[in-house]
């Protein structure tokens, strides 16, 4: 199947990363968002990562411009009907993908395939909100999207070969390197990474050490470019406490149990650097 037009639903952070991508490799893009005040935001973003290409030599003048011309930013949902693939990257929160799905679903093209960049949610669970769960797939892109190379692809219980073939050839044709995997809990990325990083918090709360100590063991000790905690930031703490609840609820498993710290902390609104303060602090 070819794939020249793509919808990405969803211009936060994972999103207009995925449009800025896919744009810069030549793919026309309808970008949809439910307030001008998110797109306007995400052309800024885009504007601004790719200027920084420009400035390293990564692309010139001319890529950059071509690029953000190819990008469509809209309100309107029905213009995911004319896509060859759609990727919702909206809030991490089931009823909310369920609703998008609801209405994606009715609009979407008879031959268009279907993908969420969900970090933990059942693809095989939001699949069946759809008409054609053959269609539907996992394609988890990783922050900052237009840097990281990594996409997990992931596989839900009724996903078609010629689906899973058609997204890993879209991903390399994206620059990026797909990895197949199934549909559990966490997949393979955050069902590793998310323990580590709530046992660093578990290893704070207890007094272990500070949290620059701990960070500094796992960086110089275990060669990790960054942190637990400092990660954690980074990837927001709301998140890191959604996806530990997944894990806990679809495995079962005690080893999964958010940190209490984390949860006190998600609810006082200490969520990282997006809101200025997380295990670090960011108001400057």
Known sequence: ???????????????????????????????????????????????????????????DQSAADAALERIDFTLDLAAAGEADLIVEAVLEKFEIKQDVWDRLDAVAGAEAILASNTS?????????????????????????????????VIRGHATSDATTSAVMGE?????????????????????????????AVYTLMEGVAEAEAIDTVMKLGMAHPMGPL???????????????????????????RPCPLLRRMVAAGHLGRKSGRGFYDYSE
């Open 171 to 199: 991903a390399t044709a994206l620059g990026k390197t797909p990895v197949e995997v199934q549909d559990y809990p966490g997949f393979v990325s955050n069902r590793v990474l998310m323990p580590m990083i709530n046992e």
């Open 230 to 256: 400092t990660l954690a930031d980074f990837i927001g703490l709301d998140v890191c406490l959604d996806i530990l609840e997944v894990m806990h609820s679809g495995l079962g498993d005690p080893k999964y």
């Open 120 to 152: 933990s949610i059942s693809i095989t669970r939001l699949a069946s909100l759809t008409s054609r769960p053959e269609m539907f797939i996992g394609m988890h892109f990783f922050n900052p999207v237009p840097m990281m190379k990594l996409v997990e």
């Open 1 to 59: 199947m070819s794939i020249e037009k793509i919808a990405v639903i969803g211009a936060g952070t994972m999103g207009n990363g995925i449009a800025h991508v896919a744009a810069l490799a030549g793919r026309s893009i309808a970008l949809v968002d439910v307030e001008q005040a998110f797109l306007d935001r995400a052309r800024g973003t885009i504007e601004k990562n790719l200027g920084r290409q420009v400035k390293k030599e990564i692309i």
